[in-house]
């Protein structure tokens, strides 16, 4: 079976507070020099089928109209290489 | 690998069986060989383990917990008592109420999100399958030092999974604890409660009868978490770096829940079920055999229909497997159909594993091999019992001589310093506004909450016609109990008890959840005896029986135990929730009434642990007449319209109880120390059966009448008025100072 | 013949028997409307009720928008018929494209509960006449993801157009943006507010009665219709 | 600067809630051929300095102790290339 990715992230200028606050507990924590976090989601699909174009066009898809909300988040689709 | 089946295991006698990994010991292993008349099989080994552990049999409280149906008081309330899932209580107008107080304290340090949330799943289908409607839940909490590294770690996510498993259920929290105290560092406590409503007549049982009628299986997919939890967790200790052992972690989907609840309510409706329970601890382990042990005759199951998450689990797995969010039915075969279809309405995974037979055992079969033959009464009830040596501490004495009397610890004297000590206790962590923690649950979902925090109890409208209600209230003081169990235990109910009648409902039943450290101490042992024949004492003379309750023992890192924490929840009915009594002084003008005797009382107060970090001496004493009386007071009271407020006192005496119903209503206090006590005793004993009252002047001499001919001390300390408490001759504290001190504590230890 | 107002239930809706005792103290009468079922059964007027539909995992409101009751809601709502979604139901109108922007998690990362005053900008949608001008309500709040978020344009528009209906006073308990508590699509038919006006119906279970206002204003416009 | 990339997934024997009710609704909404979905976190960390060996090595660090609740998830931690 083969694993297609979608990750989906915030929109740059809308503000995430779960990246922020991950950002601020880092140096109290002892881990310095990072200047900037953003926390999105990671789907994972296992796919029935080959992965081919009409499969990575549904999922594409399933991506814009479901998983990701484009009126503030991106997203990406990608396969994963085994 | 080959199967061992039953035919296996009768040709293999010999055969190594891993009996003390899964916690048996030798001769509990020697019993079930004597039971079967042969080795078990590996699921059978299985189940008998998990059954036999602590957490399922109750082995070393058993002998203990007998108390509560020998000295249970006569009650025309209980209509269902201890042994089934919950216990249900008649509230009148043909109502039936179940709740319900269970502990999650192991899971819940090993992943706190996770561990608390699965903790209020699992009383909820507790009181589901009693056949009621889950109607509110509470949740008791201990913590280690608030300041504690730990602490910030484990309790944000205990919160965070208590309102991220209740809020998406729909169930309004009500109430709960929040205590910290150095002893449960590395033992926090999540005890979880739930109260369910229902007519008499849908109370069900968790047994099957019938041959010929069928086992359905419906809920979430079985998959392979908290296998072997039920013994591991809830029987090993921990060692001081942390978890010995990390069992897979329950993760729980309340969402699958929340269609479990109407999926079930559904069926219930319909009458298509005859007997039911959830799968809990010991998953279809413990269903499987109870349902079959309570009924008449036999069971016969075909684990390989389980529907599974993980198809790789072997039959062992699926019968220890711990997946949340699951029921098993006993439905007649002709309406098997209905009953699939209305799962099918809620989405809810239902299926027929199999069916009650004539015979007297429980049979279980692993794509058509005997895998499990064996009488399920073994199994599920008649498990081993111990009885484990107990003896007072050698220690106990030394502790109770440590009392801290004004000598040994130093009392505040001065205005000023009387001033600085209200402000310190009311801004102690213990004593501190609670709003951080509450605020991330929902209270108002279901919209029948009439009382939730900070009120005395939690109070639910349970008929939106007549306005019948029920009221809850849950108390436990570990460090009154350690300073002595038996009286400790009373305290925690007398509190819970004072509770529930100050907001005006008349306190009916019991249910506890009794948290200690390792049976195998003595000590703990002891602690354990004595709080149990006292609660069983005082639920005798208040009238109050326990319907059910929980233990969990082992909460101790190395050989330091917690103190020993029962925790009391009392419920109450109440007519017209219309007449529910509130904390807050609202009204300009009443009077302000102190009910009880007030003695120099400091043993385990919070000001000797809050000014001195001390722990010694004895508990307040208790007199269990006298907080009867006091309850009826405060019961006629709010009936007859003569007391608009009302609160009890506990922890940091009538200086903690006034500050937080002035700062609930917004209003102040002017009071006068009465004739006969100093300043420092009326403003921070804690002697028990007391309370304080706002009367309205119109209510005076009705209110003082009715006290004095029931024999009830009343007396007259102030008025409400002004926008201070002011105790004349010694201080005037603002009431934006004390908010000041009181509120954002929490927050700033853990923000 | 007294108004009929539609309560949808989805799976995990939650506050669905707590809209419908709203509607039937303000005088209308409540019709539960199921999700599978796209039949709304002649109601005039749709509620959108609180809860975590579908367990609200991916994104609040995101399966439900896809339900077969929601392509008649949606339908309805562009032909006119009277919408309010609260909390969730305000989740399922955005996700569903009826209102714009979204609702995002609180910025202080916890759910909150609590009685929050609200100011009612525009008292000219179907939702909101009975209150006066700029109305002051106290009424409960409880949500983990209720931060309105918008891009500029889109706050510039609604303000514009006043359609921000509600707006929150003395914290904004969430971050969203500019204190939108609620907003309305330009016809002014469909409303979309975090906060739970049908818990603040009666004094004895609520913070008090002034929530009821959203549910009399629905009945006095389909009436006066 | 440098992004770094860490994805959080639950385990795989850990039920995974979201993951499943992404999965239920894929097909309803006429999404088929996909036979299972788990839903799980991204991190995108970036960095002020180099990403050198040290600095992963930190990062997967706090990838273990705070990103990551390792009792129930697994992490990867991986440079994004620009
Ligand atoms: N964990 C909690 N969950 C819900 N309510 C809580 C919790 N902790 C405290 N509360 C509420 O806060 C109020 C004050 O708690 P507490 O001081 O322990 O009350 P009391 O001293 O009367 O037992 C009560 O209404 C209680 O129910
Ligand atoms: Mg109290």
């Not at chain 1, 989601?41 to 999922?59: C, N, T």
């Not at chain 2, 739930?194 to 968790?206: R, S, T």
């Not at chain 2, 001190?741 to 929490?746: D, E, L, N, Y």
């Amino acid at each position: 079976m083969a694993r297609v990715v979608v990750d989906v992230m915030l929109k740059p200028e809308i503000l995430d507070p779960q990246g922020q606050a991950v950002q601020r507990a880092l140096p109290r924590l002892g881990f310095t020099g990072i200047a900037d976090v953003r926390q999105g989601k990671r789907f994972e699909l296992e796919l029935e089928g080959p992965v081919d174009e009409a499969a990575l066009a549904r999922i594409r898809e399933a991506a814009e109209t479901f998983l990701a909300n484009t009126v503030i988040e991106d997203f990406t689709v990608r396969v994963e290489q085994p | 690998m080959t199967l061992d089946t039953v035919k296996h295991a009768t040709g293999t006698p010999e055969a190594e069986q891993p009996w003390a990994a899964l916690g048996l010991k030798a001769d509990e292993y020697a019993r079930i060989r004597e039971i079967l008349g042969r080795r078990p099989t590996g699921a059978e080994l299985a189940m008998y383990s998990v059954m036999w552990s602590e957490h399922c049999s109750y082995k070393s409280s058993k002998v203990h917990l007998k108390q509560f149906g020998e000295k249970a008081p006569a009650s025309d309330a209980m209509l269902v008592g201890i042994g089934e899932n919950a216990g249900v209580v008649d509230v009148g107008q043909g109502y039936a109420v179940t709740f319900k107080i269970e502990s999650h304290n192991h899971p819940s340090y090993i992943e706190p999100y996770q561990g608390a949330a699965t903790g209020i799943g699992g009383i909820v289908r507790d009181i589901l399958a009693m056949g009621a409607r889950p109607v509110a839940v509470m949740d008791p909490l201990r913590f280690g030092a608030p300041d504690h590294p730990d602490t910030r770690r484990v309790l944000p996510g205990i919160v965070a999974g208590i309102g991220g498993y209740g809020n998406c259920l729909g169930l309004p929290n009500i109430g709960g604890e929040v205590v910290f105290d150095s002893c449960y560092q590395g033992n926090p406590l999540v005890n979880a409660l739930c109260v369910g409503v229902m007519k008499h007549e849908d109370i069900h049982l968790a047994q099957a009868s019938g041959a010929g009628n069928k086992v359905i299986l419906y809920g979430a997919r079985t998959g392979g978490d908290g296998i072997g939890g039920v013994s591991v967790l809830a029987s090993e200790t921990f060692d001081a770096t942390g978890p010995a052992k990390r069992p897979a972690v329950q993760v729980g989907d309340p969402f699958q829940e929340k269609l479990l609840i109407e999926c079930t309510l559904e069926v219930f409706a319909e009458k298509l079920v005859l007997g039911i329970q959830d799968l809990g601890g010991a998953g279809l382990s413990c269903a499987t055999s109870e349902l079959a042990s309570a009924g008449s005759g036999g069971m016969r199951v075909e684990l390989d229909s389980v529907p599974l998450r993980d198809a790789t689990l072997s039959p062992e797995e699926i019968l220890m497997s711990e997946s949340q969010e699951r029921m098993c039915a006993i439905v007649e075969p002709e309406k098997v159909a209905r009953f699939l279809e209305i799962c099918e309405k809620w989405d809810v995974i239902a299926t027929v594993i199999g069916e009650v037979t004539e015979g007297e055992r429980l049979e279980i079969f692993w794509h058509g091999e005997q895998i499990v033959d064996v009488p399920p009464r073994s199994v599920a009830h008649d498990g081993p019992t111990y009885q484990r040596p107990f003896a007072r501490p050698s220690w106990q004495d030394a502790l109770q001589a440590d009392a801290p009397t004004a000598e040994r610890l130093k009392r505040p004297a001065s205005g000023e310093e009387l001033r600085a000590t209200v402000l310190q206790l009311a801004g102690s962590p213990n004593q501190a506004d609670k709003s951080w923690i509450t605020s991330q649950y929902d209270r108002y979902v279901l919209g029948n909450t009439v009382l939730s925090t900070p009120e005395d109890s939690g109070m639910v409208r349970i008929d939106e016609e007549t306005n019948l209600g029920v009221a809850v209230a849950t108390d436990g003081n570990g460090r009154y109990a350690k300073l002595d169990p038996y009286t400790g235990a009373q305290l925690a109910l007398a509190e819970a008890y004072r509770n529930v009648a100050a907001t005006g409902a008349k306190p009916l039943a019991v249910s506890d959840c009794l948290n200690f450290g390792s049976p195998e101490d003595p000590d703990v042992m002891w602690q354990f005896a004595e709080a149990t024949r006292g609660l069983a004492d005082a639920c005798q003379i208040l009238g109050t029986p326990v319907t059910g309750g929980n233990v969990s023992l082992y909460n101790q890192t190395g050989d330091v135990a917690i103190h020993p924490t029962p925790v009391v929840a009392v419920l109450g009915v109440i007519d017209d929730v219309n007449r529910r009594t509130p904390i807050g002084f609202a009204e300009e003008g009443q009077l302000v009434y102190l009910l009880g005797d007030t003695a120099d009382e400091f043993g385990g107060s919070a000001w000797a642990q809050v000014a001195h970090d001390h722990l010694g001496g004895l508990p307040p004493k208790l007199d269990l007449e006298r907080e009867r009386l006091l309850a009826e007071v405060l019961i006629a009271g709010s009936r007859d319209g003569m007391v608009d407020a009302a609160h009890d006192l506990s922890d940091g005496g009538l200086a903690q109880a006034l500050a937080e119903s002035c700062l609930r209503g917004g209003k102040g206090v002017r009071l006068v120390v009465p004739d006969g006590l100093n300043a420092f005793t009326f403003l921070f004993s804690e002697s028990a059966g007391r309370a304080v009252v706002s009367v309205p002047r119109s209510e005076e001499l009705r209110f003082t009448e009715m006290c004095g001919v029931r024999g009830l001390p009343a007396t007259r300390v102030g008025v409400v008025d002004g926008d201070s408490i002011d105790l004349q001759g010694h201080f005037t504290l603002p009431l934006a100072e004390l908010r000041e001190a009181h509120t954002g504590v929490i927050e700033a230890l853990l923000g | 013949m007294s108004a009929r107002i539609g309560v949808v239930t989805f799976p995990g809706s939650l506050d669905d028997r707590d809209a419908q005792r709203a509607v039937r103290l303000a005088g209308a009468e409540p019709v539960a409307l199921w999700h599978r079922d796209q039949d709304l059964h002649q109601v005039d007027a749709v509620v959108l009720p609180g809860g975590f539909s579908y367990g609200d995992y991916l994104r609040c409101g995101a399966i439900s928008r896809f339900s077969p009751v929601m392509d008649s809601v949606i339908e309805q709502a562009r032909a006119g018929m009277p919408v309010l979604g609260i909390c969730n139901g305000f989740q399922v109108l955005c996700e569903s494209h009826l209102l714009p922007g979204a609702l995002t998690r609180n910025d202080s990362l916890h759910f909150v509960c609590r009685d929050q005053r609200l100011r009612i900008e525009n008292t000219g949608t179907a939702w909101t006449s009975a209150y006066v001008p700029n109305a002051e309500i106290t009424v409960p709040l409880k949500n983990g993801e209720g931060r309105f978020v918008a891009d500029e344009h889109t706050l510039d528009q609604l303000e514009a157009e006043g359609r921000v209906v509600a707006r929150y006073l003395d914290v904004n308990p969430n971050g969203s943006y500019r204190d939108i508590a609620g907003i309305s699509n330009a016809a002014g038919n469909v409303v979309g507010l975090m906060p739970h006006p049908e818990h603040a119906i009666e004094p004895l279970t609520g913070p008090g009665t002034e929530g009821l206002g959203f549910f009399a204003s629905i009945l006095k416009q389909l009436v006066s219709a």
